[in-house]
């Protein structure tokens, strides 16, 4: 009698039973695990504040304004609107041009602060106004900062706000093209620019010491921008010395003309 061999049947085990099933199983397991963790856990909340390139601003001030966004759980900081925040920052401290915000994993928020340059000062009832360079009020100050130059607020001007444009834009403008014309001469430095009825009068600081300050006078009446070609070329024909000794520059008075005035012609 002749037996035949046959080889072992294995019966298959059910998928929910394989071992590559288990292992996907059990890896999915932990990554939800891990994944809740993260997002629910008060373990990784973004509690840290780097604040960077602020210099105006206080760093406590920005961490009280923001104060409601940290100590939360992760997953409440995925739905932030950055956007948002960073506009209410802008509109909250004036000397913020821009603040960017990033999320910097996993405790910590990050916000990088551009300010704004100041230009000058606005005087106004007996206080100052830093202004920067499109006219908008920063801060209130009881005394000019001695690099600043100092606008006298014409008498109706209404008080100003801080965050806002503190004057209009019809004195404004006269007082950048000024800037801009006399930025050409480094020698020369602007102390003060008043405004009296139809005339413009600019004191500007003498760099020799126990001799007065001189003055240029404008006309409102007339075309500014050409009182200002015209008073660049008078300076441009002007040495360092006959500067130093210029009482005033009157472009308003004599039609086309520059009248003039030195300390030295006088007795």
Not at 138 to 147: A, T, Y
Not at 250 to 255: K, R
Request: glycine share 4%.
């Amino acid at each position: 009698m002749s037996f035949v061999k046959h080889d072992k049947i294995r019966l298959r085990k059910p998928w929910y039973r394989q071992r590559f099933f288990i292992k996907t199983l059990l890896i999915f397991i932990l990554v939800g695990i891990l994944v809740y963790l993260v997002l629910f856990s008060s373990a990784f909340r973004q509690d840290q504040l780097i604040i960077e390139g602020n210099k105006k601003i206080d760093s406590m001030q920005i961490r009280e304004s923001i104060q409601a966004q940290l100590d939360q759980r992760l997953s409440a900081s995925l739905i932030w609107p950055i956007g948002k925040i960073s506009s209410e920052l802008t509109n909250q401290f004036p000397y913020l041009q821009e603040a960017k915000i990033q999320r910097r994993w996993f405790h910590a928020l990050r916000v990088i602060v551009t300010e704004k340059e100041p230009f000058l000062c606005l005087e106004y009832s007996n206080h100052f106004f830093v202004l920067d360079a499109d006219g908008v009020a920063l801060e209130k100050l009881d005394e000019c900062p001695v690099d600043y130059f100092v606008i006298n607020a014409p008498l109706n001007l209404i008080p100003p706000q801080l965050g806002e444009k503190a004057i209009a834009e019809e004195y404004w403008s006269s007082v950048v093209a000024l800037h801009q014309t006399l930025s050409i001469f480094p020698a020369l430095s602007i102390k003060k620019v008043s405004f009296e009825g139809l005339q413009i009068t600019v004191t500007m600081f003498n760099s020799v010491a126990g001799k007065p300050d001189w003055r240029i006078y404008f006309d409102r009446n007339m075309d500014f921008n050409n009182q200002l070609r015209r008073l660049e070329l008078f300076l441009q024909t002007r040495g360092a010395a006959e500067l130093d000794q210029l009482d005033y520059v009157d472009l308003g008075s004599h039609g086309e003309r520059v009248f003039y005035s030195n300390r030295a012609d006088k007795p």
